[in-house]
């Protein structure tokens, strides 16, 4: 109902009831994420108090060095291409350019001899996109089960579908099931001790760094398979595997085309962090199933998603990315990444030679400290802070696990990375 007469334009008013549509609240539910707000706080004071104290950040979680020259070449390529209208481009394939799906088929799966089709391959605008749209196509009341620290993505997402209560004072939301990662279990969890219905696996994994064995992502293709379950398995660190053992795709696992779906990104191995561009693969054997019980293919579901709510990411970033499959571009994104892992070993090295414990840092770019003495994980921030000048993140802030450790990332430059390393050894 009107009750201010002529209504502005735009803006209908009436008695309040039903004035504005209804807003989605699940968005309540989310906890204020106040980690990188608080550090940013606390490095803040820390500098105003200390003007001339030289502050090095190793909590970042972004790349740093520039783009490889084969991508760059490439970025130019393809905008000469966009200014002729011969070979002008404008909508694309929702799902990405075959130039681009064959190269990733290739080379990220044919070359380690598993087998991905074009079909298969979603390219998206971001492998933090993919891992919050996934949950799209499964039902409102499937179980989401979730490591414990975790990139906060998978559990956000699922949040604001409505698939979870409040989070309680340790951080956890209702109706999740968290699967602690600590030194006790070496950072593998334990299978849940409950049906679940989507469990979110990184690995290499942010923030711990661990990485799986075979045996263990074996057990959770097992799992997946008897729960019925689907895995959703982010590998966007993939790029930084060194150990040989270490399987770099879940589709190295028998059984795994029926149950996993892999998330990949172009981010942190070529440092399209800011070009934008990751891929989904999501298998022809992958099924869900409706109320009434019928089974239906995930990857048509998808596609049906993709289709509807993206016209593919630009041309030109699909080409800066197919440039890092030729010969030049993997040199040099093999280089980009030797570089930030030898970064990894600096930290690691001069940690565990002053006498901390820490984990991760070889077959990923983090390292994850135990903080000393007992000391909170935002205790140490504010120690390493006064003491080395040094910027991390703590652990907690991925999760109640996280509590008791503290996150550096090998994404600094070499010289900084050295002397905070030397500044901790010298100071803490
Ligand atoms: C950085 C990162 C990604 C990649 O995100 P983009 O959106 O592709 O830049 C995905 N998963 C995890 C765990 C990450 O840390």
Redo the contacts with the bound molecule.
Sequence with gaps: MLRHGVARPYCILSDGENAVPKVNEHYFNLKASYLFSEIRRRTKAFGDAHPDARLINLGI?DVTQPLPPAVIRAVHEAADEMARAETFKGYGPYVGYEFLLAAIAAHDFGARGVKVGLDEIFVSD????D?ANLQEIFARDSVVALMDPV?P?YADSNVVAGRSGPADESGRYAGFVYLPCTAENAFQPALPDRHVDLIYL?YPN?PTGAVVTREALQRWVDYARAQEATILY?A??EAYIADAEVPHSIYEIDGAREVAIE?R????NAG??GM?L?YTVVPKEARGRTAGGTEMSLNALWHRRVAIKSNGPPYIIQKAAAAVYTPEGQKQVRALVDRYMANARIIRDGLTGAGFTVYGGRNAPYIWVRTPAGLSSWDFFDTLLAAAHVVGVPGSGFGPSGEGYFRLTAFGSREETAEAVERIKTRL
């Design positions: 979680g971001g492998g933090k996109s891992s990139y993505v990184c942010n982010d966007a660190y998330c990104s172009f981010s942190k399209f962090t934008r990751a």
